[in-house]
């Protein structure tokens, strides 16, 4: 660079200079160059020279645990750097790499202290530079700080309220295996003790297997919920056909048993979908389960199997009490449950929709509910064919 290349530089980072102040001022510093990948200034070292970048760039970095480091900014040109050493005895807070062949402005604290001596109005200007410097640097870690703590704090609410939902579930769940549960074994008492009327004791073996199944399928659930990010099911060549199928069948009891059926409907000739057919059949029985629960009333469960953009759609549409509007966007999350919709009061321990979730994504599908105009609610999978 030539010496007026250099000096409009200096003349922009320290305005203010008259021409003879910042012939002067030049005079005093040294010009260096330096190949990329060159440490410039290294953290904690005691040093005592500002840098202004005149050609080329840097990284300014932060050493953290463990041997990582921190990129604080990038600098280029008309940039500078290390200017506490003017100002201050102490090391270095940042780490200074060239990540580019870089041409730097020197300026030691000697030199800064003889110009000081010689020309009181060139050091003035300097120090003002720095000193409105390091304010925008104290505003700027301020702004950082604060939107750290909003971050953190964010970070707690969401770790709190996953710690006071887990604490709910597993209450939740205690209640949900001790009702079973407890009528089961009421039932056998009777039994076992002669005292339950004979005509009566097929009507109670049936309510006992009920409740059995009842435990069992949570216990499933709880089981596979706890598994679903460790293992990866294999994947082959599936007809959701009779995936619907097979889980409206294990469905109907249920349904039978609050007055509900099911209405299917599956277009012919539909294409196969790439999955795991046990993984794909509980995701359905979740959706089914739920729609039973949330139709106290009775009527028809919908089910609906088209193919569409390249994908299966299945729709399970149900004449329940429908999704209020604050519940639909966390249906899904882990541990959420809808405990009552307009005074009526549901059981369940809010597995279902989430496992429905996390087998749908894994098979790089989509699943989504919408609240329907005629009452109820409608759960729609999309698979990739």
């Not at 409105?132 to 770790?159: C, G, M, P, V």
């Amino acid at each position: 660079m030539n010496h007026q290349q250099i000096k409009d530089i200096i003349e922009n980072v320290f305005s203010g200079l008259s021409q003879t102040e910042l012939d002067g001022l030049i005079q005093v510093a040294r010009i260096e160059s330096y190949p990329r990948d060159t440490i410039i200034c290294q953290e904690g070292a005691m040093e005592s020279t500002l840098y202004v970048i005149l050609e080329g760039r840097v990284r300014v970095s932060m050493d953290m645990e463990e041997g990582a480091s921190r990129v604080l900014r990038h600098q280029g040109p008309g940039e500078f750097f290390g200017e506490m050493a003017l100002i201050d005895d102490r090391p270095r807070a940042a780490s200074v790499h060239t990540s580019q062949a870089c041409t730097l402005f020197e300026l030691t604290k000697q030199a800064f202290n003889d110009l000081l001596e010689r020309s009181p109005a060139v050091a003035f200007n300097m120090t003002r530079k720095v000193i409105s410097r390091l304010r925008d640097s104290d505003q700027t870690a301020i702004t950082d700080l604060k939107e750290k703590n909003r971050a953190l704090a964010q970070a707690y609410e969401r770790l709190e309220e996953q710690e006071r939902l887990r604490s709910e579930f597993l209450t939740t769940v205690a209640h949900e295996l001790r009702t079973p549960l407890t009528a089961a074994q009421g039932y056998l008492y009777l039994i076992r003790s002669g005292t339950a009327p004979a005509n009566r004791a097929m009507k109670m073996m049936h309510a006992i297997s009920r409740h059995v199944d009842t435990i069992v399928n949570l216990v499933n659930n709880i089981m596979f919920f706890q598994e679903l990010d460790l293992t990866t099911p294999e994947f082959e060549s599936v007809g959701m056909e009779q995936v619907i199928t097979k889980a409206v069948g294990d469905a109907n009891r249920k349904a039978a048993e609050s007055n509900l059926r099911f209405e299917i409907d599956i277009v012919p000739n539909l294409p196969l979908v790439n999955g795991n057919a046990k993984s794909l059949g509980q995701a359905v029985a979740a959706l089914l389960d739920n729609a039973i629960k949330f139709s106290p009333e009775g009527g028809e469960i919908r089910v609906s199997v088209t193919h569409q953009n390249r994908a299966v759609h299945v729709e399970i549409a149900d004449p329940g009490v429908g999704i209020p509007e604050a519940q639909l966007e966390r249906l899904f999350e882990s541990f959420h449950r809808t405990e009552s919709i307009e005074g009526r009061l549901f059981g369940g321990v809010g597995l279902g929709l989430p496992i429905a979730r996390h087998v749908i994504e894994s098979h790089s599908g989509r699943i989504w509910a919408e609240r329907r105009s005629q009452g109820g609610s409608k759960f729609t999978i999309a698979l990739p064919i």
